[in-house]
Nanobody, 123 residues
Framework: QVQLVESGGGLVQAGGSLRLSCAAS????????MGWFRQAPGKEREIVAA????????YNADSVKGRFTISRDDAKNTVYLQMNSLKPEDTAVYTC????????????????WGQGTQVTVSS
């Protein structure tokens, strides 16, 4: 089992920045690829970014390329999502997830999920 706890969400004005954190506990964090997802009201959940174990590969959705950066610190069992140039359409609940798979494409299935943190971007 892997337990995931997100933090760092909040209210920010358009153009601002936030950094989300996801702290993991349980099994060996360094052997899990990690992803950030978001779900806005009335919309399906979508992947935002992902990073493979070993940090050799990253994936970013087209909607956030150039604005969001995913990173990980295996010594701290934490994955981050740095979000810059935020837009009102980035408003959503952001959730981190873990998978034992190395491939981190848009169809990768994740095994463990956090509870999510709300991000609200005002115009």
């Amino acid at each position: 089992q892997v337990q995931l706890v997100e933090s760092g969400g909040g209210l920010v004005q358009a153009g601002g920045s936030l950094r989300l954190s996801c702290a993991a506990s349980g099994r060996t964090f360094s052997r899990f690829s990690m992803g950030w997802f978001r779900q806005a009201p009335g919309k399906e959940r979508e992947i935002v970014a992902a990073i493979s174990w070993g940090a050799g590969n990253t994936y970013n959705a087209d909607s956030v390329k150039g604005r969001f950066t995913i990173s990980r610190d295996d010594a701290k069992n934490t994955v981050y999502l740095q979000m810059n140039s935020l837009k009102p359409e980035d408003t959503a609940v952001y959730t981190c997830a873990a998978t034992s798979k190395f491939y981190i494409g848009p169809t990768t299935v994740y095994d463990y999920w956090g509870q999510g943190t709300q991000v609200t971007v005002s115009s």
